[in-house]
């Protein structure tokens, strides 16, 4: 099993900044794709950033020049920092990573128990 735990939530004002982090623990052989969605009140979970094994990196539309997601694969952790934000990005975020427990390398999804970013206007 693999944990994934969030933090660098909070309140912050529209213009203001927050980095996320998140850390994978557990028997872990190896982590491809790790990324963060979030889920607005009355929305569905979405994409935010991915980030690969190889440092190439992914980003939905309206948080690109915003958002940016990086990765230190020795300490298993994704980071997301988050620049300009604007109520719209309220939201919990939750991250997420594809990561192998076994020597066979399969793969499979985990998530985070997520975070909540508040912007006020």
């Known amino acids: 099993q693999v944990q994934l735990v969030e933090t660098g939530g909070g309140l912050v004002q529209a213009g203001g900044s927050l980095r996320l982090s998140c850390v994978a623990s557990?028997?872990?052989?190896?982590?491809?794709?790790m990324g963060w969605y979030r889920q607005a009140p009355g929305n569905q979970r979405e994409l935010v950033a991915t980030?690969?094994?190889?440092?190439?990196?992914n980003y939905v539309d309206p948080v690109k020049g915003r958002f940016t997601i990086s990765r230190d694969n020795a300490k298993n952790t994704v980071f997301l920092q988050m620049n300009s934000l604007t109520p719209e990005d309220t939201a919990v975020y939750y991250c997420?990573?594809?990561?192998?427990?076994?020597?066979?390398?399969?793969?499979?999804?985990?998530w985070g128990q997520g975070t909540q970013v508040t912007v006020s206007s």
């Open positions: 997420n990573c594809w990561a192998a427990t076994n020597p066979q390398r399969v793969k499979y999804e985990y």
């Open positions: 557990g028997t872990i052989f190896s982590i491809s794709r």
């Open positions: 980030i690969a094994a190889d440092g190439s990196t």
